[in-house]
């Protein structure tokens, strides 16, 4: 997840492309940059690692002369470290094609290889580049380099050379594209990432999202996927990636720019929370099948022989991370390999248990997490190889494990966590299912059916998001409330977990998550009449445990929310009913956890607290 503006028409572009930038900071602040061209077909580019107040300063020092056609990027690093020459724009060969890009290019190493047997010369370690090494060589492929004429002459060569480009990327991709030889358009390409087109008068723009330009204009056009845009300052044409073209009607947005740079939602916290179907998707993508081959050894560079020989694994985080990690355990037993779960910040008498045998995970989603950097160390030292699960490039965390696995989930701005959370426990059933495969624990046809289950789990939480209206009227009838308990079995015990810190997290309220048939050891105590008792109950292999331990709450006077799928639904007497699509009960917990974030989040909401920022807590904890 990045930043896009490009911008052509006569006002100061600089101006424009740096304000947009700010905009959309919240998307990736690891490096920034922004490439003109002026109308006499030079390049101007500026990059920076850091942020956009540095760019900005850089840019003052040595300003451009001319108002020129330009786009910009504010990264949030996903191939390569955050570095100047991991920064966008990127060249090509030649310095005259310049491309800025969001997504993630699943096809770039092939591409790389192909290309540099071609000549060309990589500066960067960015899957970025091979898209703009790729757009040169379709130009070279149409005869355009080196010939004669303006840029009228040559705009149908470069919109020919990036749609058979555009075509041959796979993965997700928001490109825009400019050429110094055709100074007066910029191209853009969409594919299942966010794209808009700003319409003023005069000028356009091109944006990941209309929060950078709509302080311009309001009038916008959201591209579909498979689509290019051809932009002038008087015009804007749209192409399918065929050729063909495509109508568009543009609508007025009616956000204001804080809205806008949360996608119309009230909070980053709920704009996440309905970004998690594409957390998945991106933590999934091309690291399932097949699932015999070399995905874990490509993606991670983790040798077949260490999955192979492993006796343990042992999985270090905190907070949210922990009980990801725990959710990861039950996954990683169900294929067979003994897991044990820990707190990072109490892991230090537990470090020397680990050894040579046992793989560690560390779990974190800034990789700056001081307790998990110190436990990873600390498991280093007995000889443990690590495996990071982490969602941010660069970071202390990937320098210091023996492999990353990275989540691709895009920045998080919401303390609270939610998009990050669901990513890290869909790494672990890649990294669960794929270790079963390659250990022999499981049949090939058992593990292509977990495989394609977990490849319909993104729309599946789609619909579960589709309830958002029922649970906020469910949260607002317990709003008041200053108790609640979570409960849940097997599985969707951490799910309990985790739906009671995040209330506390967002609402200040006491909570308890409790493993359902720990209820009658003491926790059944604190249940009196009205109680909010939350209980997850989809259909299981415990489903009969859970319904018996929703009676004895309801017996003590309990109000009970039940979570439940349209099968479990029949089986369960509660007050209420949340209902959740139902899949393979290993699965479960990606879904069942995304309405207990929407109910925390509307009971935060009911009482006016403060939901992205909440008290006393940061979104990093860098200190032990």
């Known amino acids: 997840m990045c930043g896009i503006i490009g911008y052509i028409g006569g006002k100061k572009s600089t101006d424009i492309l740096v304000d947009g930038l700010r905009r959309l900071e919240y998307r990736g602040y690891d490096s920034c940059g922004v490439a003109l061209i002026d109308p006499g077909q030079a390049l101007y580019l500026k990059r920076v690692s850091g942020r956009v107040d540095a760019l900005d300063k850089l840019i003052a020092s040595d300003p451009i002369k001319k108002s020129a056609a330009g786009i910009g990027h504010t990264r949030w690093a996903t191939h390569g470290v955050p570095s100047e020459d991991n920064a966008h724009p990127h060249t090509d060969c030649s310095g005259q094609v310049v491309v800025v890009h969001n997504g993630i290019i699943e096809n770039y190493l092939e591409l790389k290889e192909k290309l540099e047997k071609a000549g060309h010369r990589f500066k960067s370690e960015t899957d970025t580049e091979a898209a703009v090494h790729l757009v040169e060589e379709k130009i070279k ?43 007066n358009m910029i191209l853009a390409a969409r594919q299942h990432s966010p794209l808009v087109i700003g319409l003023g008068n005069g000028e356009n723009f091109v944006a990941s999202d209309v929060s950078a330009f709509l302080k311009h204009t309001k009038r916008t056009v959201f591209m579909n996927d498979g689509e290019l845009a051809v932009v002038k300052k008087d015009s804007v044409g749209y192409f399918t990636f065929q050729g063909k073209k495509a109508e568009h009607d543009p609508v007025t947005i009616q956000w204001d720019s804080t809205m806008a740079e949360k996608g119309g939602y009230k909070h980053f916290m709920l704009k996440e929370i309905h970004e998690q179907p594409g957390s998945v998707e991106n933590t999934l993508r091309g690291r399932l099948l097949p699932l015999k081959g070399d995905v874990l050894q490509r993606e991670i560079n983790l040798p077949s022989e260490l999955i192979k020989s492993v006796k343990g694994v042992q999985i270090i985080a905190c907070g949210t991370a922990y009980h990801a990690g725990l959710v990861g355990r039950y996954v990683f037993e169900n294929f067979g390999l003994q897991t044990s779960v820990d707190f990072a910040s109490e892991f230090s008498d537990r470090a020397r248990m680990v050894g040579a045998d046992v793989l560690t995970i560390a779990v974190s989603q800034s990789g700056e997490t001081a307790d998990t950097i110190y436990a990873v160390r600390e498991a280093k030292a007995s000889g443990s190889k690590i495996l990071a699960i982490t969602n941010t490039l660069g970071s202390t965390l990937t320098r210091e494990a023996d492999f990353v696995l990275y989540t691709h989930c895009g920045p998080e701005i919401g303390v609270a966590s939610t998009k990050a959370f669901i990513g890290q426990i869909a790494a672990m059933y890649v990294l ?9 624990t499981i049949f090939d046809a058992d593990a292509r059916t977990y495989a394609n289950e977990l490849l319909k789990i993104p729309r599946l939480i789609e619909d579960a998001l589709e309830g958002e209206k029922a ?4 949260a607002d009838r317990v709003s008041g409330s200053e108790h609640f308990l979570f409960i849940a079995r097997h599985i969707n015990f951490p799910i309990a977990l985790e739906g009671a810190l995040k209330i506390k997290e967002i609402s200040y309220v006491h909570a308890e998550g409790y493993a359902a048939g720990e209820m009658k050891h003491g926790p059944i105590a604190i249940i009196y009449k009205n109680m909010p008792v939350l209980a997850v109950a989809t259909t299981s292999s415990v489903l009969d445990l859970v319904a018996g331990n929703i009676e004895e709450a309801k017996a003590r006077g309990a109000e009970v929310i039940a979570i439940v799928d349209e099968d479990s639904r029949k089986r369960i007497k509660a007050s209420q009913y949340i209902v959740v699509p139902k899949t393979l009960e290993i699965l479960s917990p990606l879904l069942t956890v995304v309405p207990l974030q929407l109910f925390a989040y509307f009971v935060a909401l009911a009482k006016k607290c403060d939901i992205d920022k909440p008290r006393n807590l940061a979104k990093s904890v860098t200190v032990r």
């Open 141 to 183: 492929a149409l005869n355009a380099t080196g010939r004669s004429g303006d840029g009228d002459q040559l705009e149908p060569v470069f919109f020919e050379a990036v749609r058979r480009a555009a075509a041959e990327l796979k993965g997700s991709f928001a490109m825009a594209v400019i050429w110094a030889k055709c100074p």
């Open 432 to 440: 669960a299912i794929h270790f079963a495969v390659m250990r022999g």
């Open 471 to 474: 649970i906020a009227r469910v």
